[in-house]
């Protein structure tokens, strides 16, 4: 019989092997899920024996892992600024990266527009709009995908985190017109497809082959989301308006060009932990008509 504390240390191991960087989270996570608990639980319980279910389960997910797919997919759930949220192969798997748009949005709104309406689109999983609506919560929030079932996984992850008065969600084509009656908002936000289609056989295998190819792929040069969205969404945005974008490596400086070029009054970068610009904040005019 194995202790819980074996099977983490087994499955750890040969996670190294395959070159894994982080193998000591991800081999607890794969035991916890095995096992029904939580990481907290797995951790308290680490001198307890396990079961042969349990290590058929866990082993059954490591070879799984060992094959590529990501962790988050194989427990279907992942922690995104500090948040639990439910992932499926539908969405995107939440980055750290992304975590600089909430900080972004809360140093401009906090203090200023706390009450703030918020349109999230290419909203995925809805990641962002969750944690904005749990860091501020006097925010109201519109989540769009043009995709049904990352609308549902969004949707879950508003009712797992108690928002649902706050955050609704719609289907919708961030490349076409807004719908009619979708109102005025304070503030876009937006982290959309931005991999050029060549770029993408080049990617990790973890993210080539397992989550989805729409929510990478950005147009011949990983731009068509952001001139689609700055064409037909600014004008949801209300005078003084503020609109931000994750942005791909090397990418912020065309975007702040675009958004200038469009008629913002102004427009910046935030960078993310690397020292990458990441998010492009435009600005509207406080006189610009609606």
């Known amino acids: 019989m194995k202790t819980y504390n074996d099977l983490t240390l087994t499955i750890r191991k040969e996670l190294i092997a395959q070159g894994v960087e982080s193998a000591q989270l991800e081999s607890r996570l794969l035991v916890a899920h095995a096992a029904g608990k939580t990481v907290p639980e797995l951790l308290r319980d680490m001198n307890l024996y396990t079961t042969d279910a349990i290590v058929d389960k866990a082993m059954s997910y490591l070879q799984r892992r060992t094959e590529g797919e990501p962790v988050a997919y194989i427990t279907g759930s992942w922690e995104f ?3 639990p949220l439910a992932v499926t192969p539908d969405v995107l798997i939440p980055r750290m990266d992304t975590e600089v748009m909430i900080d972004a949005v809360k140093e401009l709104l906090v203090g200023r527009k706390m009450d703030a ?14 944690a904005l609506a749990k860091e501020m919560p006097a925010t109201r929030l519109v989540c769009v995908d043009i995709s049904a079932s990352a609308l549902q996984v969004c949707r879950l992850n508003i009712d797992r985190n108690h928002l649902e008065s706050r955050v609704l969600c719609m289907q919708a084509d961030a490349l076409s017109s807004p ?3 979708i109102g005025l908002f304070d503030v876009i936000v937006s982290n959309p497809p931005y991999i050029a289609t060549e770029e993408i056989d080049t990617l990790d295998p973890s993210v080539r082959d397992h989550e989805p190819f729409w929510a990478l792929d950005g147009g011949e040069d990983g731009l068509k989301f952001y001139k689609g969205i700055i064409k037909h969404w600014r004008t949801v945005l209300r005078p003084g308006g503020l609109i931000f ?3 791909g490596e090397n990418q912020a400086e065309t975007v702040t060009d675009m958004l200038l070029r469009a008629g913002f009054a102004e427009a910046e970068c935030r960078e993310d932990s690397a020292g990458i610009p990441r998010v492009v904040i435009g600005r509207t005019s406080e006189n610009e008509s609606v």
């Open 117 to 130: 309406r918020i349109l999230d689109l290419c909203c995925g999983s809805g990641c962002i709009a969750c």
């Open 81 to 83: 600024y500090g948040i």
């Open 245 to 247: 974008f994750e942005v």
């Open 179 to 181: 719908p009619l009656g």
